[in-house]
């Protein structure tokens, strides 16, 4: 069970096009990532939030 739960407008996907978090990951950590638009939600969200 997670520990939160957050609603996100679009689902991000990683360079080759795969939908997963591990794209929001790549984003927080500085590395590139495609279909960044899906994640401008998780980039200026508290730290907190995200763990």
């Known amino acids: 069970m997670p520990a939160k739960i957050?609603?996100?407008p679009q689902v991000p996907c990683?360079?080759?096009g795969k939908i997963t978090?591990?794209?929001v990951r790549d984003l927080i950590h500085?590395?590139?990532v495609a279909n960044a638009a899906a994640l401008e939600f998780f980039?200026?969200?508290p730290r907190e939030?995200?763990?």
Do not use: C, M, W
Request: positive net charge; proline residues 6%; charged residues 20%.
């Open 14 to 16: 990683a360079i080759s």
């Open 30 to 32: 500085g590395r590139p």
């Open 21 to 23: 978090e591990i794209a």
């Open 43 to 45: 980039k200026n969200l």
């Open 6 to 8: 957050l609603h996100r």
């Open 49 to 51: 939030n995200l763990f």
